[in-house]
């Protein structure tokens, strides 16, 4: 049902149970918010969102009171703007004000809010808070300083990510935000996901930059330093230059990684295709001789951490291999290294990566052989961003430039791997031709694409019927395992992805992305898919001549030694 | 201690959210305190991440997380100690024991714990160490009081 109302003297429709900010926003009225997120309920904790209801005079806050006939809503009337003006005041007392240092300078909703409500002098003025600063984590980085205790990391965690690792404590002023009995990062159940990060209004949590060790090696002639870019990040970094969301610019971004000095480029969806030879092999080898299933993924670090915490039981479960990253780490230190005579140790290996949890992976001591780490440092897409303007290159400038080989090529299955659904569909092509010697007629599969965050499908390979299932966001990972777990529900294989729809929208990405940004970077994906011919990993030609000339066949010797892993159970705080 | 935390639980067989404080409230009152184990398990229990546990109950300033010292000391903040001085008796053993409100000391011997009216007004301000009241307390008292009980050891 609906029915009008007057905001700023103007009718607009209301429909019964929406809240004041709904109804605003469908007629593009804006009122700032602060600890508002999108499809999750009100908190109405901030009341930024402040409104008059000029029916009574009272001011209620946009976000969570309910749409009445006959209100008349006023949402930038003096009192309104005061009060707002106040709570950034308020939040700003005890604020540490060093923007100038803050990662987040420029791309900040304090500073936005603050701007827009013209605050020009320190009115109110409290203690400034001096509170720990936690860089105990391989990922993230927590400054409870610059925290306005807006909960929305809280809440991003505890409902989207399933892993509550982090609640308000104390009360009143002495309120904070961290891990249960004060415990820094490394020693609680994060998973590293950087979804906190991703909905943080101020510089309160990002990534850990290797920035300073990174420029010495880049500037270290006994080094030679490569680089490898996630399947998504080609789709996603024009947005940290302002371009449209979608676009693919990975050729401009080879030539930009070349000017900033990385000697060798390459491409991590060659290390998915990589994935794909071992994972799919090692999905027939389960299903031919009765081994444990359901097999699941194991190329999100994010869901590694996150089954070793609260499914232990279930780490028989996942897949052995690494994930793309470390394959292709792997093999750029051995096989290429080789081929170009280089010393494994004289390789400085980084890696892009739309995620902060990839950090965490790196330094697993399970990716370290022989003294050799497969990958020296990860940077985020928010981090290639800063690279590329640090030195100063214009990426509107540049002429485009192709990927290194051995190791350049890679076929459109290893591209889709950095949307939800992609690993899964990419393995299918190659499982099925496993099986069969033979082809799919078709390759797509309709029901494992798209943003919803549990996706099923069943598919015919000869006489067997293969049940798979695709989910992202790991409160959703934890509902279906729970089925599996009591037999509600039956699968061959299940592809994880920690963040909500997968790497395109990982914990590294950009902040402050526009609306739709992340269909668009999927779109751009499949698109991608669409468009290439080469679209299955067993079909690469640098993928079977590595096979031919140095790995032998997946799962044997050597692709065990170099592209396969364990996992344990984690004793941290749950 | 374990034993301790299942018949605390024990007497709530339905193990339902509703019972959380309740639950904190008896295994203080068993251990002193509420350690990382017995939050753990609690959570376990409830089916509750030990974050939200340790939230709500840092949210009331009865919980505490660290053993009772041998002498545990509890200043009485109400209205009438608050007016002859309680802020600065506090403090004055605060630094006096190097640790806060909520906290125990290394060597185990004292605790601290700040408490709403303990009904002593006429005694204001006053402190009571294990049960037993201190009156009329002031700053220079403070460390003879203290230094007794050290003495003792
Ligand atoms: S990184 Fe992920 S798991 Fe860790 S605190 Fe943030 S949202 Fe929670
Ligand atoms: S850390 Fe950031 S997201 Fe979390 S409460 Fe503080 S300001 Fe909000
Ligand atoms: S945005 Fe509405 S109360 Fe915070």
Not at chain 1, 6 to 29: H, S
Not at chain 1, 321 to 340: H, N
Not at chain 2, 6 to 19: C, F, I, M, R, T
Request: a negative charge; hydrophobic letters at 35%.
């Amino acid at each position: 049902m609906s029915f009008l109302i007057k905001v700023n003297n103007k009718e607009i429709e209301a429909r019964n149970g929406e809240t004041i900010l709904d109804a605003m926003e469908r007629q593009g009225i804006q009122v700032p918010t602060l600890c508002h997120l999108k499809d999750m309920l009100p908190s109405g904790s901030c009341r930024m969102c402040v409104v008059e209801n000029a029916k009574n005079n009272r001011l209620v806050t946009a976000c969570s009171t309910p749409v009445e006939e006959g209100m008349e809503i006023q949402t930038h009337s003096s009192g309104v703007i005061e009060s707002r003006k106040t709570i950034v005041e308020l939040l700003l007392s005890n604020h540490p004000d060093d923007c100038l240092y803050c990662v987040r300078n420029k791309n900040c909703e304090l500073q936005d809010l603050s701007e827009e409500l013209q605050i020009r002098e320190r009115r109110i003025k409290g203690v400034k808070n001096n509170i720990h600063l936690d860089r105990s984590g391989t990922s993230l980085v927590r400054d409870p300083d610059k925290c306005i205790l807006c909960g929305r990391c809280v809440r991003v965690c505890e409902e989207v990510m399933g892993v509550a690792c982090i609640d308000f404590i104390n009360r009143g002023s002495q309120s904070i935000i961290g891990p249960p009995f004060d415990r820094t990062l490394n020693t609680s159940s994060c998973v590293n996901c950087g979804q906190c990060i991703m909905v943080c209004p101020t510089g309160a949590l990002s990534e850990k930059s290797h920035f300073p060790e990174l420029i010495s090696m880049l500037n270290n002639p006994e080094k030679t330093v490569v680089v490898q870019y996630a399947p998504s990040i080609s789709v996603s970094l024009a947005e940290e230059f302002n371009m449209p969301a979608g676009g693919d610019i990975s050729s401009i971004m080879n030539a930009a990684l070349r000017k900033i000095g990385f000697q060798y480029v390459f491409d991590t969806s060659f290390g998915a295709d990589l994935t794909i030879m071992e994972e799919a092999a090692e999905l027939v080898n389960r299903i031919e001789n009765g081994d444990t299933l359901p097999m699941i993924t194991s190329c999100c670090p994010g869901w590694v951490k996150f089954a070793e915490q609260f499914y232990p039981d279930m780490l028989p479960n996942l897949s052995s291999c690494k994930s793309p990253q470390q394959m292709m780490g792997a093999v750029i230190k051995s096989y290429w290294a080789e081929q170009l005579n280089k010393n494994p140790e004289d390789i400085y290996s980084v890696a892009i990566m739309p995620c902060t949890a990839k950090k965490f992976e790196a330094q697993r001591e399970e990716m370290t052989s022989r003294g050799i780490t497969d990958v020296d440092a990860v940077l985020t897409t928010r981090e290639l961003g800063q690279l590329i303007r640090m030195y100063g290159i214009d990426i509107n400038n540049i002429s485009p430039e192709a990927t290194d080989s051995p190791l350049g090529f890679r076929s459109s299955a290893g591209k889709i791997f950095g949307a939800s659904g992609g690993v899964m569909e990419a393995a299918i092509r190659t499982a099925y031709n496993m099986i069969t010697g033979e082809e799919l007629l078709k390759f797509k599969v309709e029901e494992l694409r798209g943003l919803d965050g549990c996706k099923e499908a069943q598919l015919k390979v000869d006489d067997l019927t293969i049940n798979v299932a695709v989910v992202n966001g790991l409160a959703n990972a934890r509902k279906l395992l729970d089925k599996v777990n009591n037999g509600e529900k039956e699968y061959h294989f299940i592809e994880v992805m920690a963040c909500p729809g997968g790497c395109i929208n990982g914990g590294g990405q950009h902040i402050g992305a526009a609306e739709g940004a992340v269909e668009a970077r999927m779109k751009a994906l499949y698109d991608i898919d669409d468009k290439e011919t080469v679209k299955t990993s067993h079909k690469n030609p640098e993928v079977i001549k590595l096979y031919k000339g140095f790995l032998g066949k997946p799962l044997e010797h050597t692709s065990h030694e170099l592209l396969h892993t364990h996992y344990y159970k984690r004793d941290v705080i749950l | 201690m374990e034993k301790n935390i299942e018949a605390v639980l024990n007497k709530y067989p339905e193990g339902s959210v509703d019972n959380l404080i309740p639950i904190l409230q008896d295994i203080q009152e068993v251990d002193g305190f509420l350690s990382e184990e017995s939050v753990v398990k609690v959570g376990e229990y409830l089916n509750m991440p030990a974050s939200k546990i340790y939230g709500v109950a840092t949210f009331y300033n009865q919980f505490r997380f660290t053993p009772l010292g041998k002498y545990h000391i509890q200043v009485c903040c109400g209205t009438a100690c608050h007016v002859l001085g309680s802020a600065t008796v506090l403090e004055e053993i605060e630094k006096n024991l190097g640790v806060k409100s909520g906290q125990t000391a290394k060597d185990g011997i004292f605790s601290l714990e700040v408490v709403a009216c303990i009904g002593a007004c006429g005694l204001a301000p006053v402190i009571s160490i294990n049960g037993n009241f201190h009156a009329k307390v002031t700053s220079e008292s403070i460390k003879e009081i203290l230094d007794n009980y050290r003495n003792k050891e």
